[in-house]
């Protein structure tokens, strides 16, 4: 591998993360046996690795890093790169100089410092501490870090309860937003402010006694915008300082990534991260939050109530060829996976890593986090076989006709209401998107995710290339649209396509304004399903599932592309066709899983696809089987083509060759 972590210069013609094929995920590897563990499972990257710079300041980061030089030479022995793991956010008084952990914290809306438990966070748009950070990232790549993962990168835990800055840099920052956006005529007929230069806003939300609710402020939108584009401007900041003392002072390059969270609690400051780093890092625990009915719920993730797959599928769509990798950031033995055989632990983790891999993606080996450690010989086996496929995996895309519209625009204003009042009357794009999704995975109707950028952030728009493949798309719940997504949806709707909406369309621009001119009366005459998807995120909601598979097959004529015979045999089925070799491919899924028993064999089955090719030669594979075995066929003349299933455990993959 290219990424090396050692203070020598990469070796030359190696490509970083290009030429990766396993992640894993090591936090933190404590003996040589680690090592040779991952080697084992065949790891070129770890996503998050050496937390030597966790809780540290540069010198303690130094420090640190030499007490594990000699795991790190076996590790470049074995061809292994660590991220590093630094923490970019979490102030603990003991790390600062003397001073600076009031200055640099982040401050509630009425000047208070914010604790988050046992620290406090700091604050991006403050100089010092964001000088700070830029000086730990040098640190440890002066004690030889090729990789540095960014932990808590945002500054703001976002992803679990955000806690928005008010401090003196804060304010100053939107006063530098709103100069550069509103003539002063606008401010004050706005929002009453005469005076920008001495205009504070902590004063302005206690003079209106806003300061335990300030998400009701008319200036909100404003504020929410300047800490999104100034959190991405001072992240990208510190890393392009990084990338940069890297190649100029070791001549090598440097590797970033940073924890992303689960679709259901990321924030649009977390997607928008991937434009800052290398690889799509999603971190996530076993449990997933959606609502149900306004009121907010969690459920553990299994394949029975829950997947992974519409999260890789919007981050593979917006990260523009970037890795995406997930890594489970568990401390402790999960009480779930405690609970299971053993056998069953380890078909659990080959599910995780199937979901990833038919998606386009990857999912980090679990080796050893905190207390947990993985089960090794299945995830040796399942890592194994996707090295011996690589080709059957990457770059592969859905043979879908249904595309499902993931926003921006709406999600930059999904989570700042809801999130800190708790008010059920905030939407969430995020939550009815994967609502959606998950009702098409479990009624076998296949589809893809279609992105939609701000224009800014993410500057690419809908284009008439993105939707040319689909004879449906849905929007669920896409409150927020940029006319010129409009005008390209409209046109495709002329052509032909279908749109099907849920909930409120287009009722804002992408700045969350109402809209001076309507949506075009294409999209305006749209068929929509006003009812809420965010409830098919947890247990399932047969009357949503029906409804929206009724919309589709019955009143849009779409035609399944899948049907299993057996109505017994819970398998999810994602037809797709990888970039190389002129084959299609069947990934089976079987979701009959409890906590209690795991898996229960999904039973022989026929199989009808529809997938516009008659085989020569049609061969299952499995993790614990990787030399495949041949299946019976039929093709006939209606298109459709049969093939028998034996009985699936927790993941197959057929292969349709011409």
Known sequence: MAILLTATPAAEGLKPLTEARIFGMCQEPHTAEDIQQLANLGCDVIVRGISCAWHANPDQARERMAGKAELLHLSREAGITF???????????????????????????????????????????????????????????????????????YSRWFWHRPIPCFCDHCCAALRNWLKEHFSPVELKARWGVENLDDFDYRAYLAERKLGDEPWRSPLHDQWWMMQLHTTYQWEKWIVDDNKAYARERYGRELVTNANQYQLTDLSAALTMESRVYDFVNIGTGLGISYRDRGQGRRVAVSPSLASFIPTYRMSRAHAEGKPVVLFLDIQQHPENLAGLPETQEGLYMQWLFAEAHLSGCYFAAHHRFSNYEGPLAPQVAAAQFLRDHAEWYEASRPLARIGVLFSYPSQIWDMYGRAWSGAPEFPSHSLQYYGVCQALLRANLQ??????????????????????????????????????????????????????????????????????TPAPAELAAAPNLDMDFEATVGPNRADLDLELVRALVEDL?????????????????????????????????????????????????????????????????????????????????????????PEVQAYALVCLEP
């Open 83 to 153: 991220c590093t793991m630094l923490t970019s956010s979490a102030l603990f008084p003991e790390i600062v100089p003397p001073g600076k952990l009031e200055d640099w914290a982040s401050r509630d809306a009425k000047g208070e410092m914010i604790p988050t438990g046992s620290w406090h966070q700091g604050c991006l748009n403050n100089p010092g501490f964001r000088a700070f950070i830029r000086d730990l990232g040098r640190a440890v790549i002066d004690a030889g870090a090729d990789g540095i993962h960014y932990d808590e990168s």
């Open 447 to 516: 589809w893809d995710t279609v992105f939609a950028g701000d224009g800014d952030i993410f500057p690419q728009r809908l284009s008439t290339e993105q939707l040319r493949s689909f004879d449906v798309v849905i929007a669920p719940g896409v409150y927020c649209a940029n006319d010129e997504d409009l005008a390209v949806l409209a046109q495709w709707v002329k052509s032909g396509g279908k749109l099907l909406t849920t909930g409120p369309f287009a009722r804002f621009d992408g700045r969350h304004e109402e809209r001076k």
């Open 557 to 645: 004529g779409l035609t399944p592309d899948v049907l299993v015979g057996d109505v017994k045999a819970r398998l999810q089925v994602h037809l797709r066709r990888p970039a190389q070799g002129n084959v299609i491919l069947a990934d089976l899924i079987n979701t009959d899983f409890d906590w209690e028993e795991g898996f229960k064999p999904a039973p022989s089955t026929p199989l009808h696809l529809k997938v516009g090719m008659k085989p020569g030669k049609v061969t299952l594979y499995t993790f614990a089987a990787p030399e495949g075995r041949p299946l019976e066929f039929r093709a006939g003349d209606d298109g459709i083509l049969t093939v028998k299933l």
